[in-house]
């Protein structure tokens, strides 16, 4: 169970490359028993700062507290292999030449044989894997890898766990069978974990809060819903979920759009200008030959279908409806917001 005590504490980190401010003033927690997962784009400085917490990295400025243990400042350092840490990589890093069991027990020295074999017993058949202790990791599925590769980390019973795209080499039904594995693995032992990814869908499933990075600096932490539904800037709102922004101005009793009024009270003054997030499931929409929207693209997705459709004035918006709802590329539509959402408000 996830408690309120600081597992890992990060404050201002700074860490550049040459010209480059990888990580730029970040400062974040992470609790006991708790998966924080940092998603962003490509460059935007969460691998450096997992390689930060782990120690393969020094912060040019900041502070990284794990436990009660100061571990970088700007005078100490400690080094990847004294800081309590697992680490599961992208591409698994399994020894080819050792077994599934050598695997695991590489970093148990200092125990007895008899510990040994009870540390990695324990840790494969956690992870549905005890029957395979003798084979080598090319004998092994790229899922059954992973696996291997989390036990392994986790043998030494370390006070955090720090994971870097470990489902990216997988395909997409592994991915999603591999995680959900995964995920039931770490709480059921309470593990503290930062995970890194790219993928929205993916952090959204894996952690129990989130930490969105741009460009080095943290935009927002929450919770999966806080970041989905209450995003604070634009930049999540637009890379959490795929939003369309929608122009409007702040009248009496909501915000006049091109699409209608939306009747959602915004504590800006009359007349000011904003941005309005919409995610494809916040619109509706009806044939309608006078509407005021036109249909441009259907992509069918399976569960459901995703209609691209163009406003008069040009601006594009998504729409989701159910799979057997199928209606003509070319038709006039008439598109509205589901009023019951909770929508997304920027000045512009």
Do not use: W
């Amino acid at each position: 169970m996830m408690t309120d005590s600081i597992a890992v504490h990060c404050e201002n980190l700074i860490k550049r490359y040459n010209d480059t401010q990888a990580v730029n003033q970040i400062s974040l927690d992470v609790k006991t028993g708790e998966i924080l997962a940092l998603l962003g784009p490509s460059g935007c400085g969460k691998t450096t700062t997992l390689r930060l917490i782990a120690g393969f990295e020094k912060p040019d400025s900041g502070r990284i507290i794990i436990g009660e243990r100061v571990v970088a400042d700007s005078i100490t350092f400690v080094p990847p292999e004294k800081r309590g840490i697992g680490m599961v990589f992208q591409d698994h890093a399994l020894f080819p030449h050792l077994t599934v069991f050598d695997n695991v027990a590489f970093g148990l020295r200092g125990k007895t044989k008899t510990e040994i074999r009870s540390i990695v017993g324990e840790m494969l058949h956690m992870v549905g894997l005890l029957s395979f202790s003798k084979r080598y990791p090319h004998e092994l599925s790229g899922g059954e890898r992973q696996r291997v590769a989390l036990a392994r980390a986790l043998a030494p019973k370390p006070v955090l766990v720090l994971m870097d795209e470990p489902f990216s080499s997988l395909d997409a039904d592994l991915r999603t069978e591999v995680r959900e594995h995964v995920r039931r693995i770490l709480k059921t032992i309470q593990a503290t974990v930062v995970f890194v990814t790219h993928d929205q869908e993916e952090a959204l499933y894996m952690g129990d809060r989130l930490a969105v990075l741009q460009k080095g600096h943290l935009e927002q932490i929450g919770t999966p819903e806080e970041i989905f539904h209450e995003s604070t800037t634009r930049f999540v709102a637009e890379f959490i979920g795929d939003s369309d922004f929608l122009k409007g101005k702040i009248v009496k009793g909501g915000i006049q759009t091109e699409i209608g009024l939306i009747k959602q009270l915004v504590d800006l003054p009359l007349a000011t200008q904003v941005e309005i997030a919409l995610r494809p499931d916040d619109i509706d929409f009806q044939i309608d030959g006078s509407g005021n929207s036109l249909i441009i693209e259907r992509f069918f997705r399976g569960a459901f279908n995703l209609y691209r459709l163009r406003l008069d004035s040009g601006q594009i918006l998504h729409a989701f409806t159910e799979h057997t709802r199928i209606l003509p590329v070319g038709a006039r539509v008439q598109a509205h917001v589901n009023t019951d959402h909770s929508l997304n408000i920027f000045s512009a």
